[in-house]
């Protein structure tokens, strides 16, 4: 359940409605998000999870009148991970950002920096393009926070070849940069002085096995790549 502010604009709640139809997600309407500053929330791993949506003259002007430091301060409070969700296109006028309305004229380099400070604070932010846009990312973010973990960032890629075994030089030289102070070049030279990669695996096949997640083929394949070659 997507529980959205009350403030929010009709037509922002009809993008939401049909975005939330396709993910098979229901949503409402709730003073509740307002107290935690943002317009969507939800609930997810024992946890609120939101948005806060700014189109850009909104953006601009909250930034001047104090409402985002409020909203970023119960955000802080209150949500998993606080999001600023900035909706419309940032167009460089000779130096200058203007908003829909061609009112306040704001420094493109103030903007951005102001935007930087915020995500320094610990707030991440997300550009849409329009309504529909911005619908689509907060069923997305919805979609995403249902998940325990995510370990995309952490994943190393597995090409196709003998890399991910001792065979393979260029895999010694990646293997051996996790070592602290060693990079490509000292990496190049501790295999060219010892002759081999310094590095052997010192769990036995038990030890590992007793490891939530790994059978015996993952065990396998595992000591197989760190098996030093005679």
Not at 2 to 22: F, G, K, Q, T
Not at 109 to 133: C, M, N, P, Q
Not at 219 to 228: E, F, K, M, P
Request: charged share 25%.
């Amino acid at each position: 359940m997507i529980l959205v502010s009350p403030a929010e604009r009709r037509d922002v709640v009809r993008a939401l409605e049909r975005a939330a139809s396709r993910a098979s997600v229901e949503f409402d309407t709730s003073p509740l998000p307002e107290r935690r500053g943002v317009d969507f929330l939800w609930r997810a791993q024992g946890r609120w999870w939101g948005c806060q949506r700014k189109t850009l003259p909104d953006l601009i002007a909250s930034l001047h009148d104090g409402r985002l430091a409020k909203e970023i301060a119960q955000m802080r409070s209150a949500i998993a991970m606080p999001h600023l969700v900035v909706e419309g296109r940032i167009t460089n006028y000779g130096g200058h950002v203007l908003t829909d309305d061609w009112g306040r004229a704001v420094p493109l380099d103030v903007l951005r920096k102001r935007l930087l400070t915020i995500g320094f604070e610990g707030v991440h932010i997300s550009y849409t393009r329009d309504v529909a846009d911005t619908a689509d990312l907060v069923v997305t973010a919805w979609e995403w926070s249902q998940r325990a973990s995510h370990s995309t960032a952490k994943t190393r890629p597995k090409p196709p070849n003998d890399w991910g075994h001792l065979s393979n030089r260029d895999f010694q030289v990646w293997l051996l940069q996790a070592l602290p102070d060693v990079g490509p070049q000292t990496a190049e030279a501790i295999l060219d002085t010892l002759g081999r990669c310094p590095l052997v695996l010192d769990a036995t096949a038990a030890e590992l096995l007793a490891v939530p997640g790994l059978g015996i083929k993952k065990v396998s394949r595992i000591i197989a790549a760190l098996q030093q070659e005679s």
